[in-house]
C-alpha cells in the first residue's frame, strides 16, 4: 500500500503505510526488509519536504543494509541521503556520497537509471563548486548511458538536467560550439515535456467530456423528456471543449514564443559576456607572456651560459694538446647550439597541455649528460625509478620541475664549490619527491641573503603547490615535494 501511494506521488498516505510495515519487518529482526522501508521512508520524507526525518531515516538504511550485507539497498540509501545533502546544499558531503555510489564494487550492480541519475547529480554539483572540466567528464558520461539505453523513459527525467549542467560548463570554458548543442537539446527536451504535459491534460479533458457524453445519452435513454435540454447541455460543452481547446493552444503558442524569445536574449548576452572575457584573456595572456619570457632567459639560457662560462674558465687549468684543445673547443660548441634547442625545448612545453613523467626523466637526463660532458672535476649522479605509476603532469607543472632542476644544479655549480651533484627522483602514490644534493661547501639559510637563484626556486615551487627544504650540513641538499595531479 505505501508503494502505491508512493508512485502515486501521494507521499503523505504512504508514509504511515511504510512505518507499519517497518515496524513488522523490525519485530521479525529482518534487516534487509527494515533497510528497504528506511529507503522508502527517506524518499517520501523527502519529497514531503521533512528533511531532518529523510536524513535519520537513509541513515538508519545505511546501517540496516551493512548489516544485512545488501550492497543494493546500501547504495540506495547512499543515494538519497546524498541528494538531501544536495538539496541543503552541503555539496562536499552530498558530492563525496554520489561519488562512493558511482566507484561502486564492480560486482554490485548498477543499473541505467540508477548510473544516470548519479552522474548528473555529479556532474551538477561540480559545476557549483567550479570544477568545471570534471563536470563536463561527468556529464558526458551521463549523456553517453542515456544514447546506449533510450528505450529507458525513466533515464528521461534527468536528460533536461544534464543538457542545462553541460551547456553551462562549455560556455564557461569558451566552448561555443559544445554550449550551444547542449542548449539546444535542453530547450529541445523542455519543451518536448511540456508538449506531454499538455497533451495529456487535453486527454483528460476529452476523457471527462466523453463520460460527461455518455452520462448525458444515458439520462436520454431513461427519461424522453429531458431530450431536449441534454441537448442543450451538449452543446454547451461542445462550446465550452472548443473554447477550452482553443485557449490551451494559444497559451501553449505564447509559452513557446516567450521561452523562444528569452533563449535569444540569453544567447545575446553570453555573446557579450564573452567577447568581454576574451579581451580581458587577451591582455592577460600578453602579461604572462612577458613573465614568461623574463623567466625563461634567467632560468634556462643563465644556466647554459653558467655551464660554457665555466667549461671555457676550466681550459686554463689543463696544459691541453692542440687536438685536446681542439675537442674540448667542439664540445663547448657543441652545448653553446644546444642552447637553442633548450630554449625551443621550452616553447614547445609550454605548447602542451601534458608532459608525461618519462619526457621529465628524459630532459633531465640530458641535462646532466651535457653538464658532464663540459664540465670537468664536477661527477654527476642521477637516481630514478625503472618502473613506476603512469604520471601524467599539465604543462607548466612539468616546466617549472625541470626547470628547479636547472636551477639548483646551476647553484651548486656556481656557488658551492662542488665535486660531486646527486639528483634523486621517487613517485610515491600522491607524490614527486625530487632531492639534489651536492658535497660543496653550503651555506647558512638564515645569514645569507637570497639571490634570485634560491627566490626562483621557492616561487616556482609555490606556484605548483610544491613543498621545498633547504638542509645544508655536510653540503647542500634541496628537496622538494610535487603533489600528482
Not at 190 to 195: A, I, Y
Not at 246 to 254: E, K, R, Y
Request: aromatic share 10%; glycine share 4%; hydrophobic share 35%.
Amino acid at each position: 500500500m505505501g508503494l502505491i501511494y508512493q508512485d502515486m506521488e501521494m507521499y503523505e498516505k504512504a508514509i504511515p503505510y511504510h512505518q507499519k510495515a517497518l515496524q513488522i519487518r523490525s519485530q521479525r529482526n529482518y534487516s534487509q526488509g527494515e533497510a528497504s522501508s528506511y529507503n522508502n521512508l527517506g524518499i517520501c520524507y523527502k519529497e514531503s519536504n521533512k528533511i531532518k526525518e529523510a536524513i535519520i531515516s537513509f541513515e538508519k538504511g545505511i546501517q540496516k543494509a551493512n548489516a544485512a550485507q545488501d550492497k543494493i539497498l546500501y547504495y540506495n540509501n547512499l543515494q538519497g541521503l546524498a541528494q538531501i545533502y544536495a538539496i541543503e546544499n552541503n555539496l562536499d558531503k552530498a558530492l563525496n556520497l554520489f561519488l562512493e555510489s558511482y566507484n561502486r564494487p564492480f560486482e554490485v550492480p548498477f543499473n541505467s537509471s540508477s548510473k544516470v541519475k548519479v552522474t548528473s547529480e555529479i556532474a551538477e554539483i561540480y559545476f557549483k563548486v567550479n570544477q568545471t572540466q570534471k563536470a563536463i567528464d561527468f556529464g558526458e558520461i551521463c549523456v553517453a548511458e542515456i544514447n546506449n539505453n533510450t528505450e529507458n523513459t525513466e533515464n528521461e527525467v534527468y536528460e533536461v538536467n544534464v543538457y542545462k549542467t553541460l551547456a553551462k560548463a562549455y560556455f564557461k570554458i569558451g566552448n561555443t560550439e559544445k554550449g550551444s548543442f547542449y542548449n539546444d537539446l535542453f530547450y529541445e527536451k523542455t519543451t518536448q515535456k511540456f508538449k506531454v504535459s499538455s497533451a495529456k491534460a487535453l486527454q483528460e479533458l476529452e476523457t471527462k467530456y466523453e463520460l460527461e457524453k455518455k452520462e448525458l445519452e444515458l439520462v436520454k435513454s431513461k427519461n424522453e423528456n429531458l431530450l431536449k435540454e441534454a441537448k442543450i447541455k451538449r452543446k454547451n460543452y461542445l462550446i465550452y471543449g472548443a473554447f477550452g481547446l482553443a485557449f490551451l493552444l494559444g497559451l501553449i503558442g505564447f509559452l513557446f514564443f516567450k521561452q523562444q524569445r528569452l533563449k535569444n536574449v540569453q544567447l545575446v548576452k553570453e555573446n557579450e559576456l564573452r567577447q568581454a572575457l576574451t579581451k580581458i584573456e587577451t591582455q592577460n595572456s600578453l602579461q604572462e607572456q612577458r613573465l614568461e619570457i623574463s623567466r625563461e632567459l634567467h632560468d634556462n639560457i643563465g644556466s647554459q651560459l653558467t655551464f660554457i662560462i665555466s667549461s671555457i674558465d676550466n681550459l686554463k687549468f689543463f696544459d691541453l694538446s692542440k687536438e685536446d684543445f681542439n675537442k674540448k673547443y667542439d664540445t663547448i660548441s657543441g652545448f653553446t647550439r644546444k642552447t637553442i634547442t633548450e630554449l625551443r625545448d621550452s616553447i614547445w612545453a609550454m605548447n602542451k597541455e601534458e608532459i608525461t613523467f618519462e619526457d621529465l626523466k628524459a630532459r633531465t637526463a640530458n641535462f646532466i649528460e651535457n653538464a658532464k660532458i663540459s664540465l670537468q672535476g664536477i661527477q654527476f649522479e642521477f637516481d630514478y625509478p625503472k618502473e613506476h605509476e603512469t604520471v601524467l603532469l599539465d604543462s607548466k607543472t612539468g616546466i617549472t620541475i625541470y626547470r628547479i632542476i636547472q636551477e639548483t644544479i646551476n647553484n651548486a655549480i656556481k656557488h658551492a664549490n662542488a665535486s660531486k651533484i646527486k639528483v634523486a627522483i621517487e613517485v610515491l602514490n600522491n607524490q614527486i619527491m625530487i632531492t639534489i644534493s651536492d658535497n660543496g661547501k653550503g651555506f647558512s639559510i638564515q645569514k645569507i641573503e637570497k639571490g634570485n637563484g634560491l627566490k626562483s626556486i621557492e616561487k616556482r615551487a609555490k606556484e605548483i603547490n610544491a613543498s621545498v627544504d633547504f638542509t645544508t650540513q655536510n653540503g647542500t641538499q634541496v628537496s622538494f615535494v610535487i603533489p600528482k595531479i
